[in-house]
């Protein structure tokens, strides 16, 4: 087939569908052309092969690669809008036009419950009947009702009883008008900044470190609430979904790195300290099994909380934290080998002794005397594992310091 120098590297539209049958993709020429009008795959140009001969389509350079990671998401979601998002949330660059209307569309759609919500708070502040009726069934339903697993696992941490405190509260940020936890103590057990704390795990981000280590949360919550209200509960979130490509590329970006460090420190955490260690099981729940509509709305959250330099700061400050947290997390699954291959060491490393030492200094340098010992006692053994993991390099020169 004819190429010229314009169209070099181009893929035509025969040859994709060639190629779709090579991999056993379903893929007929309507139903590419589908792919492209839905702006899954990028449209097409028309060339002209010469008189008498027609035309024939050429879809740029990477459409054969793009047509497999299309037909890999297919296998999760099946309507064109739902492949559009996670395709882009996934793997970023411009925004397709099924992506900027949903951004648009759940933007409108928080506007306008924030507007009934602060319609009815401000009725029920008032004594309003029908406002107070309206939101005691909401404080009846986060209480007894089936919740989302986000809310149940804070509703889990303050028991049903006084979960309408925390409702109340979350209430009074999305709507900008969270004031503070007002006269109340927060060391008192049942003030409404006691139970918010306990119903998000800040009580334990406040308690728990490791060992020579401070709590990684030694802040006021309350003042956090406020900054949240006036940037979430004061402004706008539907000209953020207008913003350009790649500055929501770029926030998309910064989210998904966020949520990878909390996930995986959750998950390492729970494994090792169990699920409330820390306050990260709480957090990480808000993120984990997030619908598409769910991502939408936190990637325009992100956006406005940017606006607030002590909350990016902060942010930015824990997603810096993600290479330490990958290697920590890929260093356990190490031990785990170490543990298997060279079974001498299954019972010095278990899990809660490696727990024991994170928490306390005395247990630390005990299990680090006992590595040694093992290290030089089973020495052959450990260097063949060694050779095969150099991010054992920390583990190996305690041994050899022995």
Known sequence: MRRDGAFEGWEAGQDLLDFARAHDLP??????????????????????????????????????DRLLRV??????????????WRLWWEDGGPLPVRVRKRLIAVSEQWERE????????????????????????????????????NLGRMRRNVGPSRFATVVRVFAEVATGRFCGYLDENVEDDHSRGAVTERALGVDRARADHFADGEPWFEGSSEIDLMRLSDALGKRALTPLATAAD??????RSELRSLWRVIETAASLFERLFGPAAFGFGTVASVFRSQPAQGQALLLLMWLALRGDADLRDGMEALIAELPAVIASSEMFEVINDLREQVPAFAAVMNEERLAAALLDGAQRDALIAEISQLGQAHASEFERFATRHPELDELTAIIEAA
């Open 27 to 64: 893929l007929s020429a309507p139903q590419l052309s589908r792919l492209h009008r839905a702006d899954l795959i990028a449209k097409p140009r028309v060339r002209h092969l010469g008189r008498g001969r027609g035309t024939e389509s050429l879809y740029p350079p990477g459409t054969k």
């Open 71 to 84: 037909q890999e998401v297919r296998r999760l979601d099946h309507r064109f809008d739902d492949i559009a």
């Open 114 to 149: 924030r507007r009934e919500l602060a319609d009815v708070l401000a009725r029920e502040d008032s004594a309003d009947p029908d406002a107070i009726a309206a939101m005691d069934e909401t404080y009846r339903s986060a209480e007894q009702d089936r919740a989302p697993s």
């Open 246 to 251: 790649t500055d929501l590329d770029r926030v």
